[in-house]
């Protein structure tokens, strides 16, 4: 079925809308999720709430905004790393209750955050194709070096030089540093 | 060395608001990169542009991408390894035909016939292997591009046994067919990564970079060392001798009919001693002809034996670094000659001031003027001087005998030298192809004498 079709499929009958979705989108979603999530019970956990989210969200996509395929991604990649945050947290105050808890942003801090997603957006737009593709693998879909490494036929030493010099370029395009301060 | 741990937290944190293009999200899928690599290395694998040695360097470079390709995806399933041992072999093959095409060693016809049995299974494994990719995202592919490559690849091997000039129009079609083939290819790949077809990459301990251009280089050097071996003819060298006493009456007498005494002294005894009874000399110092200029100077001379008999001597000089490799001398009596006997030849060097000489081994051999159709008899010899060699030197001659009423004559000397584009592959120089119009590798001495000549010069 064309991507096109999908939420129109959806908006008539949502059960099979969303079966063909998953369908055709389920092994990508669980590639995205993977990368993210190495437990397998998290896997699937993560999986289930995706599809929860599809029956809630998928009416609101709107294709003049991005490609059904991005979309499904960003959902995969933030519910994974939600997950894992999650865990986390789990892990942290298991091993000592005086974690310090998590708590909203401030105004302040949002308007901060935005200002650097901005310049970091900017940064990355100036980067090479190549050195995009690997910040996007490692700070967007959170793949390990050895996955990175292996699914692009480099050693894991190689893709860790690589990790090293797009980190300095980042830095020095970020604060206006030499990268290694 | 820094903790980039709390930048990359903050990168990851902010990374959540810069969703990816479609374009990198395609990218990023692996099962792609895996595909592109081996489409592209089928396809160089079958182009074949003469020239530069492209008709080799392409074929390689596909081999180790259809290599790279396979070593992603040979964790996925058994039909991609097996495809993945395949192209190992392949490689391997790769190596074992540089070097047969670089040396003198003869063709094995069973390694062709593997090396097709080999393809053949690369595309049906191949084709296995894409149906099964399919079948694991819950899907049918509708081409078989792998299954219409093993149909494309058979026919063509068949075309190669019993058509093998087939024409432009043949040739047309198998190529707009390969086309259509890897575009069907990348289509089948585009869609397994829109399926989502996870591909379990395998680790590596060399980056697919640095293993191809390792393996390149590796190739290269193999071909330029082999090559450089296979074309260098081994000389049976041995000192050369001083001249003796037992020729110094010769060698007086030779001198007093004007031969000089540089050149003398690089013939050796036997043959100074078929110049006993010499009565006249014509010599020709710059017999360079009107030719391509290799590097080769000549001096001709004529020693007049017995009445419309001549011992004609070719000398020469080589003044270049292909000297190393394949030389081919070809000495041209006159073709008005009754008979043409007695061929003999040598080349001399020095090294580390120590003169050597070796013989050379001048065949009978002819050729038919392409104009004229007129046969012409020759001597000709193939062979190298020692690498790293100095004052490279040579003389070759051959005695012929005139009938009385003819009273000119010429002597012709032709000496090729090889061009380094015709290193790889190796071939004997008399069948690498020509370079340039009239081969700009080969040079002549041309010389003119007479056969009667009025009053011979007094001796002494």
Known sequence: ?181 | MRDWEPFDDALRDAAADLPPSEETVQAVTPFRTAVRYVTAGLCLSFLTLNGWYLQYLLPALGTFLTYLGFRSLRNNSRWFRFCWIISICEVIFLYIDVILLATRLPDVPVLTGLSILLRGALFWCLHRGLRQAAAETGHDSKGAPALWALVWYGVLVVFGLFWPVPGWIPFLGAAIAFVCILLSLLRVGRQLSQWGYETRAAPVHVSAGRLTAASIAALLALAVSLSLLANHLPAEAETAPLPSAETADIRAHLDGLGFPADLLAQLPSEELSKLVGADFCEISLDAWGDSTDNGVRYTDIQVRIAPETFRCYHFFTVNTPAAGLQNLLTVEPDSSAETVSDPAGQILWERDGTRYAADLTLSLDSYTAPLWGRTYETYTALFSYPFFTEARQGWAACTVSFPEDRRSACAILRYQTQSLRNLFPYRPLPEQPMVGMLNDMESQSYSYYDIAPEAPPPAG
Request: net charge neutral; proline share 5%; glycine share 8%.
């Open chain 1, 1 to 181: 079925m064309d991507d096109s079709q999908l939420p129109a499929r959806f908006r008539e009958d949502p059960a099979a809308g969303v079966e063909a979705l998953l369908d055709q989108y389920g092994p990508l979603l669980r590639y995205v999720v993977r990368g993210i999530l190495p437990d397998a019970q998290d896997q699937e956990d993560c999986l289930s709430d995706i599809s929860l989210i599809l029956w809630q969200k998928l009416g609101q996509y709107d294709p003049g905004r991005g490609s059904l395929k991005v979309w499904l991604t960003a959902l995969a990649r933030n519910t994974a790393l939600n997950h894992w945050k999650a865990r986390q947290r789990r892990e942290a105050h298991l091993a000592g209750p005086d974690a310090e808890p998590a708590h909203d942003a401030t105004p302040e801090q949002e308007l901060l955050r935005r200002e650097r997603a901005e310049q970091l957006r900017q940064a990355v737009g100036r980067l090479p194709d190549r050195e995009r593709q690997l910040f996007y693998r490692k700070y967007y879909y959170l793949q390990s070096t050895a996955q990175i490494a292996a699914e692009l036929g480099m050693t894991e030493r190689s893709v860790e030089g690589r990790l090293y010099r797009l980190r300095q370029k980042l830095r020095r395009e970020l604060e206006g540093g030499d990268g290694d301060a």
